[in-house]
């Protein structure tokens, strides 16, 4: 978060994100038939179009705060899925394997090792030639 870059460039790219962002919010109030939201929505469009063109420094501000919160809402979101991964899909598979004592690892056999044997077979100059 520190590092982040905010060099003309970028800030131009957010200006010209933003303005076309609002622009589409815009046409949206618009074909809904709520002018007014329409008009506040082109108006936020157009001063971000003209910051984009004129000063781009002006951007900076409005920039900072909405890549925190981008930050901010992108760390909220990855808990939240990781919880739904884990909670919705790792732990019933998991109890559904142990009421099925299921063991995917054998890690429950009588042998003294994990190792499993593997039967080699014999090469020929044929094996060699075409390998895949």
């Not at 200006?15 to 622009?23: E, S």
């Amino acid at each position: 978060m520190e590092k982040l870059n905010s060099d003309k460039r970028t800030l131009r790219k957010f200006g010209m994100t933003m303005g076309v962002a609002f622009l589409v919010i815009s046409c949206l109030f618009f074909f809904r038939h709520k002018y007014a939201g329409a008009m506040y929505s082109l108006i936020i469009s157009c001063i971000f179009f003209m910051m984009r063109m004129a000063l781009p420094t002006f951007l900076k501000p409005v920039y900072m705060i909405w890549m925190r919160f981008a930050f901010i809402l992108g760390w909220i979101n990855t808990r939240i899925v990781l919880v739904i991964i884990f909670y919705l899909i790792f732990t019933p598979v998991g109890l559904f394997m142990r009421l099925l004592r299921i063991d995917l690892l054998e890690r429950k056999k009588k042998e003294g090792t994990c190792w499993k044997k593997k039967d080699t077979p014999k090469f020929s100059p044929l094996n060699y030639e075409r390998r895949f």
